[in-house]
């Protein structure tokens, strides 16, 4: 937890979400239209997105399928009965003039998500209910000098509205938790989380309070994209409400922007302008009642998700805590590195490889590790040199960035620039006997007790060698010469 310094002492901040995850699924939620990203607008919209009259709403069972499979990730409880209402308002992307979501009967119950905090700890945040819902259509006001444009494409899409309780403490934990969300949604592939593309967005709601009190009147901040406004969402509004809480005034339960140029956020709308939805029960669809036996095939068919192979890192490679964590919040990350260790390669060599070597060269040509030049066999390749002595781990850098430059293998590289490691005791004796005859005066400092002169020679032998003897053996031959 992390409080803010006010003038009149420490204040607390608190906060929960609404997650808006896109399900992955090739269809709309009530209509046969794709919802693959990025198409010409309006190319993906049926008679049931246009809202048409007469159309009629037909249920995707993919989109079920989803949102339950999201509940068991979550660890929530699934409700076998629950009911889609129609939440009523105008705007000119929502040619139903109405959205179907669910409202008193959501699909998904109470469930949990547990974030690992910096000094090792991990804190569960509470997951009120999931819902499904559909997207609306989106405007556009870039096309025409005075006129505004409707893309359908995004209408009926579907969407699971994650809600958390107001467990989270601060801009970090926020953080955290948004990310081990994302990556436990990868895992399921029940949402891609690309916040870019807007599959996943949310709104952030913020109040703050003297530690101990009730929970103070809370701002909604709507539709951020990506974690890095959340979180700056979260300080400056944060520090606002102590600022006119301070200075003797009242939060009022309101609507909020974020602007991301300024880094600050705006009203919207306050209480008494928000909307009365007048939800009622669609009566285009039945309620859903799913089948307990199809929900019990859905949990035994789960992936393992991120916690269960952080523990089995730990476990059965001994990783540490931290290392285990960096290589599972990436589900890409922690199959590659799987992967390479599958040969019965050292799990802490490859882990550190992986996470060291690997990801700085991704940071620099800013590629993702799917598109690495170096895969997990060639990595593989490399340490396998590294452990049978071919290369020494110095050079073994200088194999890996040739490795990234040209795609060639660690095996292609080492023979063609002539790098593998003199491992040969008797090329090495030769090697030493000869600088030990030419330089008496280090022989004799280290007869006469002087240890450190042994580097000097270990140099003297690099030096012949470019740097291409074996650094250990080097080391065990000279002590014998000298
Ligand atoms: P609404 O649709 O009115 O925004 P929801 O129940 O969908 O209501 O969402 C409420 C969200 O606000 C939840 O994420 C909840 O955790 C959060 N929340 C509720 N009270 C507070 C509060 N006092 N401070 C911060 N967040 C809160
Ligand atoms: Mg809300």
Redesign the pocket.
């Known amino acids: 937890m992390s409080l803010i310094q006010g003038t009149s002492g420490e204040w607390e901040v608190?906060?929960?979400?609404?997650v808006h995850a896109q399900a992955i699924t090739r269809s709309k939620l009530f209509s046969g239209a794709a919802t693959a990203y990025g198409a010409e607008p309006n190319a993906q919209v049926s008679l049931v997105d246009a809202a048409m009259p007469g159309m009629l709403p037909v249920l995707n069972r993919a989109a079920v399928e989803q949102a339950v499979k999201t509940g068991l990730g979550l660890e929530a409880e699934i409700k076998l009965h629950s009911v889609f209402e129609r939440k009523n308002y105008f705007y000119p992307d929502l040619p139903q003039g109405y959205q179907i979501s669910q409202y008193q009967e959501p699909i998904v119950g109470e469930g949990r998500v547990v974030i690992d905090l910096e000094a090792g700890d991990s804190r569960e945040i509470g997951i009120?209910r999931l819902h499904m819902e559909q997207d609306a259509g989106k405007s556009l006001h870039d096309r025409h000098p005075s006129k505004s444009h409707v893309d359908l494409n995004r209408a009926g899409v579907p969407l699971m509205e994650i809600?958390?309780?107001?467990d989270l403490r601060s801009a970090e934990e926020t953080g955290l938790f948004l990310r081990k969300l994302r990556s436990i949604l990868r895992y399921l592939e029940t949402c891609d989380g690309n916040m870019e593309e807007g599959s996943m967005r949310c709104?952030v709601?913020?109040?703050v309070r003297k530690p101990g009190d009730d929970?103070?009147?809370?701002c909604?901040i709507k539709n951020v994209n990506s974690i890095r406004f959340v979180q700056q969402a979260i300080d400056y509004e944060a520090k606002r409400q102590v600022r006119v809480k301070e200075a003797g005034g009242e939060i009022e339960q309101e609507t909020r922007l974020f602007d991301p140029d300024r880094g600050e956020t705006r009203p919207m709308r306050s209480k008494e302008e928000a909307h009365d939805y007048r939800y009622f029960p669609d009566p285009d669809l039945l309620p859903l009642d799913l089948d307990p036996a199809w929900v019990e095939e859905l949990r035994a068919a789960l992936p393992e998700l991120p916690d269960a192979r952080k523990a089995r890192f730990v476990g059965d490679y001994g990783l540490s805590a931290y290392d285990a964590g960096v290589l599972v919040a990436e589900k890409e990350t922690a199959e590659f590195f799987e992967s390479v260790v599958e040969g019965g390669r050292d799990p802490k060599v490859a882990a550190n490889w992986l996470t060291g070597e690997v990801f700085s060269a991704l940071n620099r040509s800013g590629l993702d590790l799917a598109e690495a030049p170096v895969d997990a066999e060639g990595l593989g390749g490399l340490l396998d040199l590294i452990g049978d002595g071919t290369i020494s781990g110095r050079m073994a850098k200088e194999v890996f960035d040739a490795m990234w430059q040209s795609g060639k293998s660690a095996a292609a590289i080492v023979e063609e620039r002539g790098l593998k490691q003199i491992s040969d005791s008797g090329e090495i004796e030769a090697i030493i006997a000869a600088i030990v005859a030419d330089n008496p005066g280090q022989v004799e400092q280290y007869k006469g007790g002087n240890e450190k002169v042994i580097g000097w020679f270990v140099g003297q032998v690099m030096k012949a060698t470019q740097g291409k003897a074996n650094p250990k053996l080097v080391n065990e031959l000279l002590r014998k010469a000298l």
């Not at 608190?14 to 609404?18: F, S």
């Not at 929970?215 to 809370?218: E, V």
């Open positions: 608190v906060i929960g979400l609404e009120e809600v958390t309780k107001p709104d709601n913020v109040s929970l103070g009147t809370r909604e």
